[in-house]
C-alpha cells in the first residue's frame, strides 16, 4: 500500500427537525467502520469520524478531506444518515440541523461533494453511500420520488481527468419518502449495508480470490451477495472509474499454494515396494507440520492421494497422518450461560494442532456474533439486545478441512438495583453489645475421639520406658521413637476439644495421624496404641458426618502448596524404597523390614495425595500434617531397626526423614494460610 490513506466518517443519526426520525445505526456504524479502518492488521487509514453535525461543518471537513490531497492519497468517505431529494430531484445528505423545507441551507448537496471530488488531487477516491433517501415535501403538500430514481445519478461519471473515482451505494434507487412532515418509513433498524462492509473487512471474507488482498470489487461482489442475502429487497449499486485494481485491505484469507514434494520423496510414494511407500508416509507426516505451509499443504496432497487410492495398509497409515492436520477447535461449543443485556462478553475460540491446521479463517452465522482473528484462533463477542436463548455457529475453514463450533447462551435482563433506605436516626444513643457467634456445640464422638487420642499418648509413655531398664538403654533400644507419637497423639486430642478446630482440624490430624498405624511394626505392645487411635479416627469422621454444615469430598490441587507436599510424598516414598533394595542386598534375612519399608512409602504416598485433594481444605490440610507427623514417627522406628553395618549406608532413611520433615513444613505453611 503506497501514499496516504484517509477516510472521513460522516455519521447522522440524530435530527433537531421533528419531521427526520432518529437513526440508531449511524452511530454503530461509523464506530464498527473507524475500527476496522484503523486496525493496522487490515488496513492503514487515518480515520476521521464526523458525528452528528451541522451540514456547515459536515461540508467543511468534506472539502478540506479533498483539497488537502495528493496523487497517490486513497480517500474514503462514508455517509451514514438520512438523503433527501427535492422537488427538482437533487440528492441532499442530512445534517443535525437539516430542515427538509430548506435543503439547499441546511443540507449537504451531492452536487457539492461531486465537485470536491473532481477537484481533488488523488486518483483513488471511494465514496460509500449508506442512506435511507427520502422525497422532499412543501408545506402542507406530500411529495413523494417516483419509481426507480437512481442514486447514482447524483454522481455522474466522466471529467476526472485520469483520476479514478468510485461510488457504492447501499440501495439501487428511492426507496423511502416523507408524507406530510413525517417519514413514510421509519427506517430506524441496524444498517445492513456497513455491517456487511465491516464484517468482510475484519473476516477476509470479502477477499474472494485469497490473494491476501481485498480489492474493490471484490468488496462490491462480497457487499452485492451479503445485503442480498439478509434483505432481498435492498440491491447495492456502483459506478467505478478506475485504472487497474484498488486494494482497501489486508486479508488472512491468502491462499497456499502447495509445494511439489522432492522427486525421490514422490518416486516413494509410488514405489511397487509397500514399506517403501510407507516410509514415504513417515516422511510426508514430517513435512505436514512444517512452519513452512507451503511444503505442509504439498504433502498433504500427496498423502491425501495414498488414502483414496493405495492398499488399505498404506491407505489407513496416510488417512492416520492426515488426521494430525485437520482443523480442530480446543472446545466445539463455547456457552456464556447467561449473559446481561446491554453487556459485550466475549471468549476465546483456540485451534490444535500443527501451523498448516491452525491456518484457518472464521465465519459467522449471525451479525450478532462478532469475530476477531488472531494467531492461534479468534475471539468472538456478542452484540445482542433481544431478551432470550441464543444459538449461533461459527465455521472454522483451512486447507485440510473445516469445523463448527457453536455459541450459544441467554441474554437476560439486568438486575434491578434494590434501592437501599436511609436508616432512621436513633432517638438516642445505645452503646453496642457484642455477640459472640455460638461455638458448634460438643458431639460425644467429638469426646470420644479426643480420649481414645489421650489414652494412646498416656499409654505410650509406660511403654516406652517399659521396653528399656536404663536411661541408656531407652535410647539405644529405640524406646525414644515413640515420643513423637505421644506428642502428636496429644496435639491431636487437644484438637478435637477445641471449638475453632474440632469440626475439622481435629478430625484431619487423627485420621491422618492414624493411617499410618495400620502398618504392622514395632513392639506388640504398640498394638493398643494404634488400635486406640484407629478407634478415636473413626468417631472423629463420625462426628464430621453427623454435622451438616460440610461434606468431605475431593478437588483438585489447590495451590503451588499442594505441588510442594506431592514432590515431598513421593520424595519420601522413593528413599523408603531405596532402603528396602539396600537391606535385600545386604542380607536376604531382612526381606521382612524391607517388606515393611515398602508398605510404609505405598502408605505415605497415598496419604499425601489424599491430603492434598481432600475437601474441605481446613481438613484436608489437616489430614496432610497427620500424615507429616505419622510418617516421622514411623522414619523414626525403621531407623532403629536398621542393622550397624558399613556396607548400609542409610541414605534411604536420610531422604526419607529429610521428606517427611518438608512435608510437615509445607503442611505448617498450608494451614497458616488457610487461616489468613
Same mark, same amino acid.
Given at each position: ?313 498404506i491407505a489407513e497409515a496416510a488417512e492416520l497422518a492426515r488426521a494430525e492436520a485437520r482443523v480442530r477447535a480446543e472446545s466445539e461449543v463455547v456457552r456464556f450461560g447467561e449473559v446481561v443485556r446491554g453487556t459485550r462478553p466475549a471468549a476465546r475460540v483456540r485451534l490444535g494442532g500443527p501451523p498448516i491446521a491452525r491456518a484457518c479463517h472464521f465465519a459467522s452465522s449471525h451479525s450478532w456474533l462478532r469475530v476477531t482473528e488472531d494467531g492461534d484462533g479468534a475471539e468472538i463477542s456478542l452484540e445482542l439486545s433481544e431478551l432470550g436463548a441464543f444459538d449461533g455457529r461459527i465455521t472454522v475453514t483451512g486447507p485440510t478441512g473445516e ?46 475421639? #479426643?480420649?481414645? %487420642?489421650?489414652? *494412646? =499418648?498416656? +499409654? &505410650? /509413655?509406660?511403654?516406652?520406658?517399659? @521396653? ?19 506428642v502428636f497423639a496429644t496435639a491431636a486430642g487437644i484438637l478435637m476439644l477445641l471449638p475453632n478446630t474440632r469440626r475439622m482440624a481435629g478430625p484431619g490430624a487423627l485420621c491422618g495421624l492414624a493411617l499410618l498405624s495400620v502398618i504392622p511394626s514395632g513392639p506388640v505392645l504398640l498394638v493398643l496404641t494404634d488400635g486406640c487411635l484407629l478407634a478415636g479416627a473413626v468417631c472423629a469422621l463420625i462426628a464430621v458426618r453427623r454435622d451438616r454444615s460440610s461434606r468431605l469430598g475431593l478437588g483438585k490441587p489447590r495451590d503451588g502448596l499442594a505441588i510442594a507436599a506431592l514432590v515431598a510424598g513421593a520424595a519420601g516414598t522413593a528413599g ?11 542380607? #536376604?534375612?531382612? %526381606?521382612?523390614? *524391607? =517388606?515393611? +519399608? &515398602? /508398605?510404609?512409602?505405598?502408605?505415605? @504416598? ?71
Amino acid at each position: 500500500m503506497t501514499g496516504g490513506r484517509r477516510a472521513l466518517i460522516i455519521a447522522n443519526g440524530e435530527y433537531d427537525n421533528p419531521g427526520l426520525s432518529a437513526l440508531r445505526s449511524p452511530a454503530a456504524d461509523a464506530e464498527a467502520l473507524a475500527e476496522v479502518l484503523a486496525d493496522r492488521a487490515v488496513s492503514e487509514f487515518d480515520v476521521q469520524v464526523v458525528r452528528d453535525e451541522t451540514a456547515h461543518v459536515i461540508a467543511g471537513r468534506v472539502e478540506d478531506l479533498f483539497a488537502d490531497s495528493a496523487p497517490d492519497d486513497v480517500l474514503l468517505v462514508h455517509f451514514s444518515c438520512h438523503g433527501l431529494k427535492s422537488e427538482s430531484g437533487e440528492l441532499f445528505f442530512a445534517a443535525r440541523n437539516t430542515r427538509p423545507e430548506r435543503l439547499a441551507s441546511t443540507a449537504v448537496p451531492a452536487d457539492f461533494v461531486q465537485r470536491c471530488m473532481r477537484m481533488s488531487r488523488s486518483r483513488s477516491i471511494v465514496l460509500l453511500l449508506d442512506c435511507c433517501y427520502g422525497g422532499a415535501f412543501s408545506q402542507g403538500v406530500a411529495v413523494r420520488a417516483t419509481g426507480e430514481a437512481n442514486v447514482l445519478d447524483a454522481f455522474p461519471g466522466g471529467g476526472f481527468g485520469g483520476r479514478g473515482r468510485a461510488v457504492i451505494t447501499a440501495s439501487n434507487s428511492i426507496e423511502y419518502a416523507f408524507e406530510g412532515d413525517q417519514l413514510a418509513d421509519d427506517h430506524a433498524r441496524p444498517s445492513v449495508f456497513t455491517s456487511a462492509l465491516v464484517d468482510g473487512l475484519r473476516t477476509g471474507d470479502a477477499d474472494r480470490d485469497e490473494d491476501g488482498w481485498i480489492a474493490l470489487g471484490e468488496l462490491y461482489d462480497y457487499l452485492f451477495d451479503s445485503v442480498r442475502e439478509r434483505n432481498p429487497n435492498q440491491t447495492p449499486s456502483r459506478d467505478i472509474e478506475m485504472q487497474g485494481e484498488l486494494y482497501l485491505a489486508r486479508s488472512r484469507r491468502r491462499r497456499i499454494k502447495p509445494s511439489p514434494v522432492p522427486a525421490d520423496l514422490r518416486a516413494a510414494s509410488e514405489d511397487p515396494n509397500m514399506f517403501t511407500r510407507l516410509g514415504a508416509v513417515t516422511e510426508l507426516q514430517r513435512r505436514l507440520t512444517s512452519e513452512n505451509l507451503s511444503v505442509a499443504i504439498g504433502a498433504h496432497e500427496v498423502l491425501t492421494t495414498m488414502a483414496q487410492t493405495d492398499i488399505r495398509h498404506i491407505a489407513e497409515a496416510a488417512e492416520l497422518a492426515r488426521a494430525e492436520a485437520r482443523v480442530r477447535a480446543e472446545s466445539e461449543v463455547v456457552r456464556f450461560g447467561e449473559v446481561v443485556r446491554g453487556t459485550r462478553p466475549a471468549a476465546r475460540v483456540r485451534l490444535g494442532g500443527p501451523p498448516i491446521a491452525r491456518a484457518c479463517h472464521f465465519a459467522s452465522s449471525h451479525s450478532w456474533l462478532r469475530v476477531t482473528e488472531d494467531g492461534d484462533g479468534a475471539e468472538i463477542s456478542l452484540e445482542l439486545s433481544e431478551l432470550g436463548a441464543f444459538d449461533g455457529r461459527i465455521t472454522v475453514t483451512g486447507p485440510t478441512g473445516e469445523v463448527v463450533v457453536r455459541v450459544e447462551g441467554q441474554v437476560v435482563a439486568e438486575p434491578t438495583p434494590v434501592p437501599v433506605s436511609r436508616p432512621e436516626p436513633a432517638p438516642k444513643f445505645v452503646p453496642p453489645v457484642e455477640t459472640v457467634a455460638p461455638s458448634p456445640k460438643f458431639d460425644p464422638f467429638d469426646v470420644a475421639a #479426643s480420649v481414645l %487420642a489421650f489414652a *494412646a =499418648a498416656v +499409654y &505410650l /509413655v509406660p511403654i516406652s520406658f517399659a @521396653l528399656s531398664h536404663s536411661m541408656e538403654d531407652f535410647f539405644e533400644d529405640g524406646g525414644w521413637t515413640v515420643m513423637p507419637l505421644v506428642v502428636f497423639a496429644t496435639a491431636a486430642g487437644i484438637l478435637m476439644l477445641l471449638p475453632n478446630t474440632r469440626r475439622m482440624a481435629g478430625p484431619g490430624a487423627l485420621c491422618g495421624l492414624a493411617l499410618l498405624s495400620v502398618i504392622p511394626s514395632g513392639p506388640v505392645l504398640l498394638v493398643l496404641t494404634d488400635g486406640c487411635l484407629l478407634a478415636g479416627a473413626v468417631c472423629a469422621l463420625i462426628a464430621v458426618r453427623r454435622d451438616r454444615s460440610s461434606r468431605l469430598g475431593l478437588g483438585k490441587p489447590r495451590d503451588g502448596l499442594a505441588i510442594a507436599a506431592l514432590v515431598a510424598g513421593a520424595a519420601g516414598t522413593a528413599g523408603l524404597v531405596a532402603e528396602a533394595v539396600e537391606l535385600l542386598d545386604y542380607s #536376604s534375612s531382612r %526381606a521382612d523390614e *524391607a =517388606a515393611i +519399608y &515398602l /508398605v510404609v512409602s505405598v502408605v505415605l @504416598l497415598i496419604g499425601t495425595l489424599l491430603g492434598v485433594l481432600l475437601r474441605p481444605a481446613a481438613f484436608g490440610v489437616a489430614f496432610l500434617g497427620g500424615v507429616a507427623g505419622g510418617g516421622i514417627v514411623m522414619v523414626c522406628m525403621l531407623f532403629s531397626t536398621l542393622p550397624s553395618s558399613s556396607s548400609v549406608t542409610g541414605a534411604g532413611w536420610g531422604i526419607a526423614l529429610g521428606a517427611v520433615l518438608t512435608l510437615a513444613v509445607v503442611a505448617g505453611f498450608a494451614a497458616r494460610k488457610a487461616n489468613g
